[in-house]
């Protein structure tokens, strides 16, 4: 995910501070609303074993710390699979190939904090911000690991993240399971969708109308069910780990209450009491323009 893009100190007169101070509150007020409609899956959840794909360094934590923590506290075995490098982190402060290595360290200990060991955390290492021409070849290598490991369960990002890498990840599952035949459980976590949704119609392009503004929410709130796994006591645990990976959150950055306030829709989920999950391809409708899509952009958006 690359927290810092998302993340930044409250800058007194920052007009992208001040549209946070509102849109962060509103999202959460949205999701907690969509959150009363959903259906808690923390039982089934805890005992699938687990394939996490995470497009970057510190999306398995973001997006399925919950979930991995629920399947560990009872031996459920989880596998954490990084597809990019990790090199173009920002705020990039280290020359490449230092960074790559630095964040593999930073993910290991952020997955030893959730329990996972550092056998099963893998790293494909295609380039960072590179994934959307790379599709083939990650779903080629995902097809690898799906057939060694036979999960029963996949988690990977949205189809709707809004991240080209992350879109990238969702399309390069999607091909790697149907080329296996794979009959598992395919779920979808959400990291960066939290920063455009429920107005996710036109986003990056389109003007603010009542519509848009109040209708459209109610439509995302309506169409579908969103999948709950029980957070309850485990946020803490989350914290931590996010911790870890310092080169993205900075210095005591991944707890909201630090001394140097953070903003971000992303850090905002930390306080929800529920990770959020959909079936896959349940967001499709919402998802954004992409080369491999044909016929698939805003005009299906609603």
């Known amino acids: 995910m690359d927290v810092a893009r998302a993340v930044r100190r409250v800058i007194p007169g920052d007009p992208e501070t001040t549209r946070d101070r509102v849109m962060v509150p509103a999202r959460s007020l949205w999701r907690r609303a969509w959150t009363r409609r959903g259906i808690d899956i923390t039982s089934s959840m805890a005992t699938r074993s687990c394939l996490v794909v995470a497009p970057h360094p510190d999306d398995e934590t973001l997006g399925c710390a919950v979930a991995i923590l629920r399947k560990r506290a009872v031996g459920t075995p989880v596998t954490v699979v990084i597809v990019s490098d990790g090199s173009r982190g920002e705020p990039a402060t280290l020359p490449p190939a230092e960074l790559v290595e630095l964040r593999k360290v930073e993910t290991r200990r952020a997955c030893a904090l959730l329990d996972v060991d550092e056998s099963d955390v893998l790293f494909l290492g295609f380039p960072d911000a590179e994934l ?170 609603r």
């Open 132 to 301: 959307t021409d790379r599709v083939e070849a990650v779903a080629a290598r995902l097809g690898e690991l799906i057939g060694a490991l036979e999960p029963a369960q996949i988690l990977a990002p949205t189809s709707c993240e809004g991240h080209p890498d992350h879109d990238a990840t969702n399309e390069a599952v999607r091909r790697a399971v149907a080329a296996t035949g794979y009959r598992g459980q395919v779920l979808e976590y959400t990291v960066w969708l939290w920063t455009h949704w429920p107005w996710t119609l036109g986003y990056g392009s389109a003007g603010w109308s009542a519509q848009r503004l109040l209708v459209q929410p109610v439509h995302r709130l309506r169409e579908r069910r969103p999948l709950l796994v029980d957070a309850r006591g485990l946020r803490e645990r989350q914290r931590l780990a996010l911790a870890e990976h310092a080169t993205q959150v900075g210095e005591g950055q991944a707890e909201p209450d630090a001394a140097a306030p953070v903003t971000g829709s992303l850090l905002a989920t930390l306080q929800s009491p529920y990770e959020v999950y959909v079936d896959a391809g349940a967001l499709n409708h919402l998802d954004f323009d992409r080369p491999w899509r044909s016929g698939a952009g805003t005009d299906q958006r």
